[in-house]
């Protein structure tokens, strides 16, 4: 069954943790993407990479770090300099223009 | 810079009624134009795209149309059900792996 898979569904972080939000994919795609979501808000781009070993700051990028080391996988880490990271955060993949989107991970602050 | 415009929220309607959404784009290039949906606690789902003017987008009863000349994609329904509630992003994609470019949603609510 192809697509895309975030995990954990939910996350707690306590205060000064690190926490890694995994996104895999196995739709052979290269181009990999992570976006923040605040209640009743819309997307924001965090970071994308367009192929492997390669990925660039988006929007809101402070306070987040991102790897590319494998095409399958992206994962994004929430540092404690994210002060207020409490949100959903969804990863996307994307071939040729079309963008296709993981469930996403709540982050929840203790 | 590429921007979205799509119509504020939130959209209350009767089950059975017909559904406009507004979405207007402003590109240097020939984007290709989107509409995602996302249901309560989910990711984005793609409901429907348009690669080139003129091109009809249609899934599950909505339908889209690429109107270059207006810059426009408004997404249409002719009678939309409970289950259609939801929030609705209008998107473009310009060339390359650069991301695309979304709207910042139009929250549906679809009451019996």
């Known amino acids: 069954d192809g697509g895309i898979t975030q995990s954990p569904k939910y996350l707690f972080r306590k205060e000064g943790q690190n926490v890694t939000l995994s996104c895999e994919q196995n739709l052979n795609h290269d181009a990999m993407y992570w976006y923040r979501q605040d209640p009743g808000q819309g997307l924001r781009l965090i970071y994308y990479s367009q192929i492997v070993n390669d990925f660039q700051k988006g929007d809101i990028a402070e306070g987040y770090s991102v790897s590319r080391e494998k095409k399958e996988s992206f994962p994004l880490t929430v540092t404690s300099a994210q002060k207020n990271p409490t949100a959903f955060y969804l990863c996307a993949s994307r071939i040729q223009e079309t963008q296709y989107f993981g469930p996403g991970t709540r982050l929840l602050v203790l | 810079g590429d921007s979205v415009t799509q119509m504020e929220g939130p959209v209350t309607l009767s089950e059975e009624a017909f559904l406009t959404i507004n979405c207007t784009y402003t590109a240097t290039g020939y984007p290709s134009l989107f509409w995602y949906v996302q249901y309560p606690g989910e990711g984005l789902q793609l409901l429907l795209k348009a690669t080139k003017a003129d091109d009809k987008g249609s899934n599950k009863g909505f339908e889209a149309t690429y109107r270059k000349e207006t810059t426009s994609f408004h997404l249409e329904k002719g009678s939309v059900q409970v289950s259609d509630s939801a929030v609705y992003f209008c998107?473009?994609?310009?060339?390359?792996?650069?991301?695309?470019?979304f709207g910042k949603g139009t929250r549906l609510s679809v009451i019996a």
């Open positions: 998107a473009l994609s310009d060339q390359g792996n650069t991301p695309l470019v």
